[in-house]
């Protein structure tokens, strides 16, 4: 099992900027991935951006390019998501997500962001 905690929700204005937390705890040793998805009220959860634990690539969904950056501290077992430049579109629940060489996946509980325009 493996758990997420994810920090750093809150309320910014548009063009501002927030960092985002998640520190996963359990058995983290097998962990291939991790990643933070989004869902704003009556729309899907959709994809935001991941990480390889090993190697480090990365990738992020089209609308968050060149606006979001994730990162990571092995040795905290933590990866983070600095968010610049937000958009009211932007305003959603913030899910850490979690994917092992097993194929198991695991999410948070999520963080609120909301961004007034």
């Known amino acids: 099992q493996v758990q997420l905690v994810e920090s750093g929700g809150g309320l910014v204005q548009a063009g501002g900027s927030l960092r985002l937390s998640c520190a996963a705890s359990g058995r983290t040793f097998s962990t291939y991935g991790m990643g933070w998805y989004r869902q704003a009220p009556g729309k899907e959860r959709e994809f935001v951006a991941r990480?390889?634990?090993?190697?480090?690539?990365?990738a992020y969904a089209d609308s968050v390019k060149g606006r979001f950056t994730i990162s990571k501290d092995n040795a905290r077992s933590t990866v983070y998501l600095q968010m610049n430049s937000l958009l009211p579109e932007d305003a959603a629940i913030y899910y850490c997500?979690?994917?092992?060489?097993?194929?198991?996946?695991?999410w948070g509980n999520g963080t609120l962001v909301t961004v007034s325009s």
């Open positions: 990480i390889d634990w090993s190697g480090g690539s990365v």
């Open positions: 997500n979690c994917i092992n060489y097993g194929g198991m996946r695991y």
